[in-house]
């Protein structure tokens, strides 16, 4: 079955830079948007950016230009480089895979991973 892992999170100074990575296992040949969500402790979840299948990215506003995501296809992992951190930035960040086409029975199903925390001070 589809499993997203995130890493690389923890304690960052402010101003400083952090990079996360998701890895998406359990789908061979699937063709999949890719996603990153963040929220913060007592509100909701925030989207931050998406690398679709046909490698267009995409940035809400509150990120753009800080933030930048990419993708390696073969090795089914994503990434997200957020520089210029704050505080405000402090959050669980969460990657969501959306399976667009060729996935089986996954097709036009959404997964998400169990979250790595970063914590800006």
């Known amino acids: 079955h589809v499993q997203l892992v995130e890493s690389g999170g923890g304690s960052v100074q402010r101003g400083g830079s952090a990079r996360l990575s998701c890895v998406v296992s359990?789908?061979?040949?699937?063709?999949?948007?890719i996603s990153w969500h963040r929220q913060a402790s007592g509100k909701q979840r925030q989207y931050l950016s998406t690398?679709?299948?046909?490698?267009?990215?995409h940035y809400a506003n509150a990120v753009k230009g800080r933030f930048t995501i990419s993708r390696d296809a073969a090795k089914n992992t994503a990434y997200l480089q957020m520089d210029s951190l704050t505080p405000e930035d402090t959050a669980m960040y969460f990657c969501?895979?959306?399976?667009?086409?060729?996935?089986?029975?996954?097709?036009?199903?959404?997964?998400w991973g169990q979250g790595t925390q970063v914590t800006v001070s």
């Open positions: 359990g789908i061979t040949d699937c063709t999949y948007d």
């Open positions: 690398y679709n299948s046909e490698g267009t990215t």
């Open positions: 969501k895979a959306y399976m667009r086409r060729g996935c089986r029975e996954a097709t036009g199903q959404s997964y």
